[in-house]
C-alpha cells in the first residue's frame, strides 16, 4: 500500500527560528495534508493541497504540493513555542476513503 | 465551530473485557471513520462507515471490532474482547462527503488501556 516518509524525526529549535520538514512518498498522491497534534489531542488539520505545484500559506505556515505528487514540505516561520507538538503528512488513498499518515516530525521549541 | 467530540476521554478496561468508544461527529457529515494511534506511533486507519454499512476497512479491523450508528448522532466503536495490544489512543473522524477535497475532521480521542 502507499506509504509516507518524514523527516526529520524529530527537530529541537530556538524560539524564532524557521522550520522546514519534508515529506516523501512512495505513489502519487492527489491531495497532500499536513496536520498538527498536541500531546493527548486529536490531529488538526493545518494546510490542505489540492494541486501539483501548488504552494498554500496559513499564517506563519507554508506548505507546497511538489511537481512529482510524490512529497511536499511545511515550512514554519519565527517559531514560537505553541508551535510544539507532532506534524504529521497525511494524503488520502485513492479511494479518498482512509487518510495515509506519515510517521511524524516532532518539533520542540526552545523558548 | 462544529466539532467531533468522543467519549469517554480515557478508559482503563481489563483484558477480555468489551468495550464502546462514542463518537458525536459533524452534525451535516456523513462519513465516519476510526483510526487509532498506538503510543508514539503514527495514526492509522481502522474503518469508514457511510449509509449505515462499512465501506472499507484495514487488516487491523478484525473480526473483534464493529461499528455502529444507533441513532442519528452517534457513531460507535465496540470492541469485544479486548487484547494488551488495543492499547491504544482512538480517534473518531467525519468528512461531509468524499473526494479529493473533502477533509475529515478528528475528535480528540480516547485513551484506552487494557491491563
Known amino acids: 500500500g502507499q506509504q509516507l516518509n518524514q523527516s526529520p524525526q524529530s527537530m529541537f529549535i530556538q524560539e524564532g527560528e524557521d522550520v522546514s520538514m519534508n515529506c516523501t512518498s512512495s505513489?502519487?498522491?492527489?491531495?497532500w495534508l499536513w496536520y498538527k497534534q498536541d500531546p493527548g489531542e486529536g490531529p488538526v488539520l493545518l494546510i490542505a493541497?489540492?494541486?501539483?505545484?501548488e504552494l498554500t500559506s496559513n499564517g506563519r505556515l507554508t506548505a507546497q504540493f511538489g511537481i512529482t505528487r510524490k512529497d511536499s514540505f511545511l515550512n514554519i516561520s519565527a517559531s514560537i513555542p505553541s508551535d510544539v507538538g507532532i506534524y504529521f503528512c497525511?494524503?488520502?488513498?485513492?479511494?479518498?476513503?482512509?487518510?495515509?499518515f506519515g510517521p511524524g516530525t516532532s518539533l520542540s521549541v526552545i523558548p | 465551530e462544529p466539532e467531533v467530540t468522543q467519549t469517554p476521554s480515557h478508559q482503563v478496561t481489563q483484558m477480555g473485557q468489551e468495550v464502546i468508544l462514542r463518537c458525536v461527529p459533524i452534525s451535516n457529515h456523513l462519513y465516519f471513520y476510526w483510526y487509532r494511534q498506538i503510543l508514539g506511533q503514527k495514526v492509522e486507519f481502522l474503518v469508514s462507515?457511510?449509509?449505515?454499512?462499512?465501506?472499507?476497512k484495514s487488516e487491523i479491523f478484525d473480526d473483534q471490532f464493529s461499528v455502529e450508528r444507533p441513532d442519528g448522532s452517534n457513531f460507535t466503536l465496540k470492541i469485544r474482547s479486548t487484547k494488551l495490544e488495543d492499547s491504544a489512543m482512538y480517534f473518531c473522524?467525519?468528512?461531509?462527503?468524499?473526494?479529493?477535497?473533502?477533509?475529515?475532521?478528528f475528535g480528540p480521542g480516547t485513551r484506552l488501556l487494557v491491563l
Open positions: 473522524a467525519s468528512s461531509a462527503d468524499r473526494g479529493p477535497q473533502e477533509t475529515q475532521y
Open positions: 462507515f457511510y449509509n449505515n454499512e462499512i465501506s472499507e
Open positions: 497525511a494524503g488520502p488513498e485513492t479511494s479518498y476513503d482512509k487518510v495515509i
Open positions: 493541497l489540492y494541486k501539483a505545484g
Open positions: 505513489s502519487i498522491f492527489n491531495t
